[in-house]
């Protein structure tokens, strides 16, 4: 064909579509500058610099900029999604291949002090915490209370986003975590808590494990855990359980939680249960510690609106997964909450964050992995008290603890280095220790070794 | 920048067109608007190597124009000049870490000697003009700035193709008015920024998913890891990523091509084609006369025609062939695997010049089957710089490394990309130029369905590329052109 002799009137669409999102693209005003569906602040226009714009990254930074913020850029994403979604036909998506491993390649070469000593786990000094993981004094933490010398924690170097959540699977609309068993993390979680539950015991303080599972190891059929190299984690805690001393009494919340898996008790874009979930595994918990459960219709029922989470953005398809609810179930009474967080206060145990952008909705529970947090029932006076061991997993399902406690302390392990958590019984003469980290945490390096150094 | 940037669609292009569109009628200001855009787009990516791209043109210009003064062998000592000092600066930039590695261990001020964008392309096209001068094939180029044009121009300046001074002499600096297919030249351009970002894309990063990424390719301390990956990579699963990888490099690379060729005949500028179904080959002689065209030109009519081609000694055609593929390898990247992947071709090209040419003319589909099986196992030669890696992966193709068959994660990869292997698949043939032509000869003279067919074809699909891919361009950080570090 002679192209020459075809009307060049044909290529004005294109050039007015060129021109119309050219002159938009200038718009400065448009152009975004958070990514609601990324969790992220998007590339800001970069500082000039002479050595900057003689190595490129001046406009390196530009082109990354004019990218990153370009305006209409969800509804762009949106169709790119939906196109991605032609490639192929499977429910089953993931990024990259699947580890075979355990969580940590390395778990077997980190050694691990003896549980029974005293001294604190040795870490490097050179490097210094994160602002968040600074030691916290107990006195700011828990206001009312007074502090006894004992030996000082030194807090790990490590970021919280550090730890390992396992490789992002998406299965049709749902998004969730890769986890495998660790046995050698296993035999050390449960030694661990096995030699302070012994311990405990001779004063007469319980101690409850009660991990929170992943919901890969609930909601997926069995089957399908060994192909995407995941462990069953009713075996894993039943492996853990079984090596565990008999002063530990042993909450399946695996279980319980499977028995309800019709129920909406996990996120699809977040790694963490639901609050309906942590229900579930309050009740459990309350099953195997002879207490009795508050009910759900005792408690205020409170939809805060559409939620995004953590997986989203990392599995292939985030735009096909279905959009969450935060829902809440406020419990009721005279109950106060205290944080610790640098500066203490009351602060509310399920806060509103109705009115907020979706994205990291969950910090509404719990002030938001502060490091120690008190609730106190004072409808409960002569109630005993809890210590509940826990992480961000715990933080929707501690408030349900006020309606059978006098006093709750829920200390975030991440992030509490004041005392040792044997120390902290005796001085709150705490009544029950609730150990609720949640599964993979059991099975990861960076975690056993906290754990060795809070139950040491 | 790249073409298949959001900056360079939304920002670059428009205003160069424009730009452009404002000096019609006057050549000179024409040259001069695509002198100052090709500059800026060069010294984008890389600020302070436009000073070498216009010390490299200058060299070029200065010994053309010694070169048509001299006489006899005064113009080979211009041209041995114009060769020794633009390869011995491709040869600092490309290869001194690859040269020093040989006597021992890379000082560290080699090792940090960074890549010019586009230089293997630019210097040969330079070299093209300075011996096509010399031979009396072009005609020597009295402007300075139009020698730098002709080296920088933002088409085909970084990643080709290898456009020689004698194609677009007399279009872009000849006395006759240009004569732009302003359409053509935009279902062109759009077709190729389709292929880059909707198929190209995707296909590259299932590829990395089955094969490694770039990144942990780069990292030497994690050799062990990267090995027992690839060890461990299923049978169907090295096949799933290395068939990926060669629709990706293809569709890539063309898509590269076609932009550019697009972008030229919008101005009024014709390249020639570089790329011609190559996969559609039956034979690597025809693979090669149908993938990347102007470097397969370059080395037949500058290297190996020179040496004396075949029309000489059996053994002399042999190490003629020889030194084209060994240079044909190196010019795609300073590593020894990169030499093993041109040697890989030369064997085979000379196995079929012998009896494997004969054979393979008996049966269509073994002839393909062949073709496909030497070029893909030779992306795997291509794919890994650290050649133990290559072989690893190879072996894994073919079950050796006690690799199983197939697993779970090649099941849900293969699963998930189906549609898209099987567009990119219908992408490398040319069902789409065969659809193109039945249909407008049906439709031809037709009246409205005449009309109605060229809408759709020229109106309607651009723009629904455009728009397609732009929606693929944001956000999409997986963008790199592969034929930039050539």
């Given at each position: 064909?002679?192209h020459?002799?075809?009307?060049?009137w044909?290529?004005?669409?294109?050039l007015?579509?060129?021109?119309?999102?050219t002159?938009?693209?200038?718009?400065?005003?448009?152009?975004?500058?958070?990514?609601?569906?990324?969790?992220?602040?998007?590339?800001?226009f970069?500082?000039?610099?002479?050595d900057?714009?003689?190595?490129?990254?001046?406009?390196?930074?530009?082109?990354?900029?004019?990218?990153?913020t370009?305006?209409g850029?969800?509804?762009?994403?949106?169709?790119?999604?939906?196109m991605a979604?032609?490639?192929?036909?499977?429910e089953?998506?993931?990024?990259?291949?699947?580890?075979d491993?355990?969580?940590q390649?390395s778990?077997?070469?980190?050694?691990?002090?003896?549980?029974?000593?005293d001294?604190?786990?040795?870490?490097?000094?050179e490097?210094?915490a994160?602002?968040?993981?600074?030691?916290?004094?107990s006195?700011?933490?828990?206001p009312?209370?007074?502090?006894?010398a004992?030996?000082?924690?030194?807090?790990?170097?490590?970021?919280?986003?550090?730890?390992?959540?396992?490789?992002?699977?998406?299965?049709?609309?749902?998004?969730?975590?890769?986890?495998?068993?660790?046995?050698?993390?296993?035999?050390?979680?449960?030694?661990?808590?096995?030699?302070?539950?012994d311990?405990?015991?001779?004063?007469?303080?319980?101690?409850?494990?009660?991990?929170?599972?992943?919901?890969?190891?609930?909601?997926?059929?069995?089957?399908?855990?060994?192909q995407?190299?995941?462990?069953?984690?009713?075996?894993m805690?039943?492996?853990?359980?079984?090596?565990?001393?008999?002063?530990?009494?042993?909450?399946?919340?695996?279980?319980?939680l499977?028995?309800?898996?019709?129920?909406?008790?996990?996120y699809?874009?977040?790694?963490?249960?639901?609050?309906?979930?942590?229900?579930?595994?309050?009740?459990?918990?309350?099953?195997?510690?002879?207490?009795?459960?508050?009910?759900?219709?005792?408690?205020?029922?409170?939809?805060q609106?559409e939620?995004?989470?953590?997986?989203?953005?990392?599995?292939?398809?985030?735009?096909?997964?279905?959009?969450?609810?935060?829902e809440?179930?406020?419990?009721?009474?005279?109950?106060?909450?205290?944080r610790?967080?640098?500066?203490?206060?009351?602060?509310?145990?399920?806060?509103?964050?109705?009115?907020q952008?979706?994205e990291g909705?969950?910090?509404?529970?719990?002030?938001?992995d502060a490091?120690i947090?008190?609730?106190v029932n004072?409808d409960?006076?002569?109630g005993?008290?809890?210590?509940i061991?826990?992480?961000?997993?715990?933080?929707?399902?501690?408030?349900?603890f006020s309606?059978?406690?006098?006093?709750?302390?829920?200390i975030?392990?991440?992030?509490?280095w004041?005392?040792?958590?044997?120390s902290?019984?005796?001085?709150?003469?705490?009544d029950?220790?609730?150990?609720?980290?949640?599964?993979?945490?059991?099975?990861?390096t960076?975690?056993?070794?906290?754990?060795?150094?809070?139950?040491? | 920048?790249?073409?298949?940037?959001?900056?360079?669609?939304?920002?670059?292009?428009?205003?160069?067109l424009?730009a452009?569109?404002?000096?019609?009628?006057n050549?000179?200001?024409q040259?001069?608007?695509?002198?100052?855009?090709?500059?800026?787009?060069?010294?984008?990516?890389?600020?302070?190597?436009?000073?070498l791209?216009?010390?490299?043109?200058?060299?070029?210009?200065?010994?053309?124009?010694?070169t048509?003064?001299?006489?006899?062998?005064?113009?080979k000592?211009?041209?041995?000049?114009?060769?020794?000092?633009m390869?011995?600066?491709?040869?600092?930039?490309?290869?001194?870490?690859?040269i020093?590695?040989?006597?021992?261990?890379?000082?560290q001020?080699?090792?940090?000697?960074?890549?010019?964008?586009?230089?293997?392309?630019y210097?040969?096209?330079?070299?093209?003009y300075?011996?096509?001068v010399?031979?009396?094939d072009?005609?020597?180029?009295?402007?300075?700035?139009?020698v730098?044009?002709?080296?920088?121009?933002?088409?085909?300046?970084i990643?080709?193709?290898?456009?020689?001074?004698?194609?677009?002499?007399r279009?872009?600096?000849?006395?006759?008015?240009?004569?732009p297919?302003?359409?053509?030249?935009?279902?062109?351009?759009?077709c190729?920024?389709?292929?880059?970002?909707?198929l190209?894309?995707?296909c590259?990063a299932?590829?990395?998913?089955?094969?490694?990424?770039?990144?942990?390719?780069?990292?030497?301390?994690?050799?062990?890891?990267n090995?027992?990956?690839?060890t461990?990579?299923?049978?169907l699963?090295?096949?799933?990523?290395?068939?990926?990888?060669?629709?990706?490099?293809?569709?890539d690379?063309?898509?590269?091509?076609?932009m550019?060729?697009?972008?030229?005949?919008?101005l009024?500028?014709?390249?020639l084609?570089?790329f011609?179904?190559?996969?559609i080959?039956?034979?690597?002689?025809?693979?090669?006369?149908?993938?990347h065209?102007?470097?397969?030109?370059?080395f037949?009519?500058?290297?190996?025609?020179?040496l004396?081609g075949?029309?000489?000694?059996?053994?002399?055609?042999?190490?003629n062939?020889?030194?084209?593929?060994?240079?044909?390898?190196?010019?795609?990247?300073?590593?020894?695997?990169f030499?093993?992947?041109?040697?890989?071709?030369?064997?085979?090209?000379?196995?079929?010049r012998?009896?494997?040419?004969?054979?393979?003319?008996?049966?269509?589909?073994l002839?393909?089957?062949?073709?496909?099986?030497?070029v893909?196992v030779?992306?795997?030669?291509?794919?890994?710089?650290?050649?133990?890696?290559?072989l690893?992966?190879?072996?894994?193709?073919f079950?050796?490394?006690?690799?199983?068959?197939?697993?779970?994660?090649?099941?849900?990869?293969?699963?998930?990309?189906?549609?898209?292997?099987?567009?990119?698949?219908?992408?490398?043939?040319p069902?789409a130029?065969l659809?193109?032509?039945?249909?407008?000869?049906?439709?031809?003279?037709?009246?409205?369905?005449?009309k109605?067919?060229?809408?759709?074809?020229?109106?309607?699909?651009?723009?629904?590329?455009?728009?397609?891919?732009?929606?693929?361009?944001?956000?999409d950080?997986?963008?790199?052109?592969?034929y930039?570090r050539?």
């Open positions: 064909m002679d020459s002799k075809l009307s060049k044909y290529a004005l669409p294109f007015c579509v060129l021109a119309l999102l002159v938009i693209s200038l718009i400065i005003p448009l152009r975004p500058t958070v990514s609601y569906g990324e969790l992220r602040d998007l590339e800001t970069p500082a000039f610099s002479v900057a714009l003689l190595s490129g990254d001046y406009f390196d930074g530009i082109t990354l900029w004019f990218s990153d370009f305006p850029r969800e509804g762009w994403i949106d169709v790119s999604q939906s979604t032609l490639y192929g036909h499977s089953i998506a993931f990024s990259g291949t699947l580890s491993t355990p969580v390649p778990l077997q070469e980190t050694p691990l002090p003896d549980p029974s000593g001294a604190p786990v040795s870490l490097p000094e490097t210094a994160s602002e968040e993981t600074q030691p916290t004094s006195a700011e933490s828990v009312g209370e007074t502090q006894t004992e030996t000082e924690f030194v807090p790990p170097e490590i970021e919280l986003e550090d730890i390992f959540i396992g490789q992002a699977i998406q299965i049709g609309d749902t998004g969730y975590n890769q986890l495998k068993i660790s046995p050698i993390m296993s035999d050390k979680y449960a030694k661990t808590l096995s030699g302070f539950a311990r405990m015991a001779e004063k007469g303080v319980r101690v409850i494990s009660a991990p929170a599972p992943t919901s890969i190891g609930v909601m997926v059929d069995p089957a399908y855990l060994q995407l190299n995941c462990s069953p984690q009713d075996e805690l039943d492996y853990m359980h079984n090596q565990m001393s008999d002063n530990v009494i042993k909450v399946d919340t695996v279980r319980k499977m028995a309800h898996k019709d129920e909406y008790i996990f699809r874009t977040d790694h963490h249960w639901s609050a309906l979930g942590a229900y579930y595994a309050y009740q459990a918990v309350c099953e195997a510690a002879g207490m009795e459960a508050v009910a759900l219709e005792d408690m205020t029922y409170w939809n609106g939620m995004i989470g953590s997986i989203y953005g990392k599995v292939p398809y985030p735009r096909k997964l279905k959009r969450d609810e935060l809440c179930w406020v419990p009721q009474g005279n109950i106060t909450m205290y610790s967080d640098r500066e203490f206060g009351e602060f509310p145990m399920i806060r509103d964050v109705s009115n952008k979706p909705k969950y910090c509404a529970f719990l002030a938001a490091p947090v008190h609730i004072e409960l006076p002569d005993p008290n809890c210590l061991f826990k992480d961000s997993f715990g933080n929707c399902f501690t408030p349900y309606q059978n406690y006098h006093n709750v302390y829920a975030d392990y991440r992030k509490y004041d005392t040792s958590m044997a902290f019984v005796e001085k709150y003469d705490i029950d220790v609730i150990i609720a980290p949640y599964m993979i945490a059991t099975q990861d960076n975690a056993g070794s906290w754990f060795q150094n809070h139950f040491r | 920048m790249v073409f298949s940037s959001l900056l360079f669609l939304y920002g670059f292009f428009p205003f160069s424009l452009y569109g404002l000096c019609r009628g050549q000179r200001a040259n001069t608007v695509l002198l100052i855009f090709s500059l800026i787009f060069y010294a984008w990516g890389e600020p302070k190597y436009v000073l791209l216009m010390a490299m043109a200058f060299t070029a210009w200065l010994c053309a124009r010694q048509d003064k001299a006489q006899g062998s005064g113009k000592v211009w041209v041995g000049v114009a060769s020794t000092v390869l011995a600066l491709l040869g600092h930039f490309k290869y001194a870490s690859l020093c590695g040989i006597f021992g261990p890379v000082p001020w080699v090792q940090r000697i960074a890549l010019p964008i586009g230089i293997s392309f210097t040969f096209q330079l070299l093209t300075v011996v096509d010399a031979r009396g072009a005609q020597t180029q009295e402007s300075y700035w139009n730098l044009l002709y080296a920088a121009l933002f088409h085909q300046c990643a080709g193709p290898i456009v020689r001074y004698q194609t677009i002499d279009e872009l600096f000849g006395p006759e008015k240009r004569s297919e302003l359409t053509a030249g935009v279902s062109r351009f759009c190729g920024l389709a292929k880059k970002t909707l190209a894309n995707p590259g299932l590829a990395d998913t089955m094969l490694l990424t770039d990144t942990a390719l780069a990292g030497g301390a994690a050799f062990e890891e090995l027992a990956f690839l461990g990579q299923s049978v699963g090295s096949w799933l990523g290395i068939i990926a990888y060669g629709l990706h490099i293809y569709l690379f063309s898509a590269y091509s076609d550019a060729i697009g972008m030229g005949r919008m009024g500028l014709h390249y084609e570089n011609n179904y190559p996969y080959s039956r034979t690597v002689t025809e693979f090669w006369r149908r993938w065209i102007s470097l397969g030109t370059f037949r009519d500058y290297v190996y025609i020179p004396g075949s029309r000489c000694a059996p053994w002399k055609a042999i190490r062939t020889f030194i084209v593929w060994c240079l044909t390898g190196l010019w795609h990247g300073a590593s020894w695997n030499l093993l992947w041109g040697l890989w071709f030369f064997v085979f090209l000379m196995l079929e012998w009896e494997l040419g004969k054979l393979l003319k008996k049966s269509r589909i002839s393909h089957i062949y073709l496909l099986t030497v893909l030779g992306w795997m030669i291509f794919r890994f710089t650290d050649i133990r890696l290559g690893a992966a190879i072996r894994s193709l079950g050796l490394n006690g690799n199983p068959f197939t697993d779970f994660t090649t099941r849900i990869q293969f699963q998930s990309h189906m549609f898209l292997l099987l567009a990119a698949t219908v992408a490398c043939l069902a130029k659809v193109k032509e039945r249909g407008t000869s049906l439709v031809c003279h037709r009246g409205p369905w005449e109605a067919w060229n809408v759709v074809l020229y109106c309607v699909i651009p723009v629904l590329l455009l728009l397609l891919s732009t929606a693929g361009l944001v956000g950080s997986y963008n790199p052109f592969i930039f050539f």
